[in-house]
């Protein structure tokens, strides 16, 4: 495998260096304690409290396996981010609410974020931005595609 313009490299080197920004302009110890997925979800909990939201919900949103998404949520649930909530309809399903001190710490990391963004793309015009976008858009749906396929593989082995 030729190294010069391998993308798959370059995309590690670059999820490389995010991560070491990340860790090295954390805002307190607590941050630092939380994986880069506990703090995705966080996230998504955070934009879409006005509304119910299920373990399955976050299967779906971050294309995750059950047992994956059931640890991270546990490991939530030490750290005092969420609390379950059984719904009165349906014993089985539990709502994932943010406690309040995940809502003021996502607030804090959300703020790092856009002020971490800003940075990294200061040099790109917006229609580059775009492009990216789009180009990473292509990507993500080649890589569903090809785990869609391998899936198929697997079942009829």
């Known amino acids: 495998m030729q190294h010069e313009n391998s993308f798959l490299l370059e995309w590690k080197a670059m999820n490389n260096l995010l991560r070491r920004c990340v860790e ?23 934009q879409n409290r006005d509304h119910a939201v299920y373990q399955r919900d976050l299967e779906t949103e971050f294309l995750i396996r059950r047992s994956t998404i059931t640890e991270l949520l546990k490991g939530m649930e030490q750290k005092n981010l969420i609390v379950r909530i059984a719904v009165a309809k349906d014993a089985r399903l539990k709502q994932i609410v943010l406690t309040p001190q995940a809502v003021a710490l996502h607030e804090a990391i959300e703020q790092a974020m856009r002020n971490m963004e800003q940075m990294v793309l200061q040099d790109l015009t917006q229609q580059e931005i775009q492009e990216f976008y789009r180009i990473l858009g292509k990507v993500k749906q080649n890589l569903m595609q090809m785990q869609s396929q391998e899936g198929k593989e697997k079942e009829s082995e």
């Open 24 to 46: 090295e302009n954390a805002l307190c110890e607590t941050v630092q304690q939380l994986t880069q997925m506990q703090i995705f979800v966080l996230a998504y909990l955070y």
